[in-house]
Structure formats: structure tokens, C-alpha cells
């Protein structure tokens, strides 16, 4: 990408306010789960809205994954939208977990056993287990009380999130389907751009 063109990009996205992501994340989970309540996701819709919010959670884990490799190789820098897209990620990901808890499996003892005995489900738990505290310290109160340091320490549970979250992904799935590998695939991708290679120093 040529030198003005990502000057462009980068100059009007410093322009562009941060709250609309907010009303389009929270809006298009509204237009999904009315679609559901209404019988327009098909047969089964509960079924239908629970894999919905899931795939759109794992979309974003790749927008976030994004943001970093395309500053740092292509010099587009998205960083100030990194939180709002991250939480999002994390209201999704409690979206699927919400519907399939209390529309799908209903009972808090069939919640439990399947967590212990579906591996794909435990696998999914841990995900979600991992992103809790990097909602929780989402806000600049967190960064100042816990450091840089250790707030990015802390932070980088983003990645095994989203590994396991593709993984919940391919196990969920039934047969050969290429969107899960896709997905797993471009974030195992997104995260091998962000390892920093030993430079070689050249012998004078």
C-alpha cells in the first residue's frame, strides 16, 4: 500500500468517533435475536442464534488479531479501536454463552455436566473463562491501577482465547467444513505475524 494512501486511511480513521461501534455491535445482536424470536433464522432458531453470535464473536477475535500486524507491516493503525472491538468480542462470545445456557440447555445441572463431559464445550468455557478479566480491565482505571506492564501481560490471554475459541469452533462442527478451518487458520496466521524474529547482526 502506497506511503499517501496509508496516511489517508490513518488520518480519517483518527476522525471517526468511537460510540457507533457500540450502537452497531448491540443493534445488529438485537436484529439477530428478533430475527430468531420471529422464525426467520429457520427451523431452529434458538440453535441458529446461538451459532450466529458465535461466529460473529470469532470474526471479530480476527479484526482484533488484525490490528497489530497491519500497523506493523502495512502501517494502517486501527489501535484506538482495539478496546471497543475487543469488548464487543466479549459481548458476543457472553451472547452465544447466554443462548445456549438459558434457551438451549435450560437447566443449570445439564449446564454443568456438559461442561465436564462435551470437550468442545469445556474448550469453549476456558475461552470464555480467559476473557473475563480482559473485559473487566477494558477501561483506563484498570490500566492506571495495574501498570502498563503488567496490564499487558495480562492482556495477551487474548491470544489462547482466541485459539481456543477456533478450536470450539472445528470441534463443534459436524464432518468436513471449510469456514471453521478458515477461521482457525487466520488466526494461527494473525498470530504468527505478531512473533518478532531475532534480527541477524552482520559481521563487519
Same mark, same amino acid.
Given at each position: $500500500? ?11 480513521? #483518527? #476522525? ?10 448491540? %443493534? ?12 426467520? &433464522? ?13 461466529? &460473529?464473536? &470469532? ?5 482484533? =488479531? ?15 479501536? #482495539? ?19 438459558? =434457551? ?8 454443568? %455436566? ?10 469453549? $468455557?476456558?475461552?470464555?473463562? &480467559? ?24 492482556? #495477551? ?28 487458520? %487466520? ?9 518478532? =524474529? ?7
Amino acid at each position: $500500500m502506497s506511503e499517501p494512501l496509508v496516511q489517508f486511511v490513518n488520518s480519517q480513521s #483518527r #476522525r471517526l468517533p468511537i460510540w457507533p461501534f457500540y450502537l452497531i455491535g448491540f %443493534a445488529w445482536a438485537g436484529w439477530l435475536f428478533f430475527l430468531a424470536a420471529t422464525g426467520a &433464522l429457520g427451523v431452529e432458531p434458538i440453535e441458529a442464534l446461538e451459532h450466529r453470535y458465535g461466529k &460473529l464473536a &470469532l470474526q471479530l477475535f480476527i479484526v482484533v =488479531l488484525a490490528i497489530t500486524p497491519l500497523r506493523r507491516h502495512v502501517g494502517l493503525n486501527f489501535l484506538r479501536f #482495539r478496546r471497543i472491538l475487543g469488548l464487543l468480542t466479549f459481548f458476543f462470545v457472553l451472547a452465544h454463552l447466554m443462548v445456549w445456557a438459558l =434457551l438451549d440447555v435450560q437447566s443449570v445441572e445439564r449446564v454443568w %455436566a456438559d461442561i465436564v463431559k462435551r470437550p468442545y464445550i469445556t474448550v469453549g $468455557m476456558t475461552a470464555f473463562a &480467559l476473557l473475563v478479566p480482559l473485559a473487566i480491565t477494558s477501561n483506563n482505571r484498570s490500566l492506571r491501577r495495574l501498570g502498563a506492564a503488567t496490564w499487558r501481560r495480562l492482556h #495477551r490471554l487474548t491470544y489462547p482465547a482466541a485459539i481456543l475459541g477456533a478450536i470450539h469452533y472445528l470441534w463443534l462442527v459436524k464432518g468436513f467444513q471449510i469456514e471453521p478451518i478458515l477461521y482457525t487458520a %487466520a488466526i494461527l496466521g494473525l498470530l504468527a505475524l505478531r512473533i518478532r =524474529l531475532p534480527e541477524r547482526r552482520i559481521a563487519n
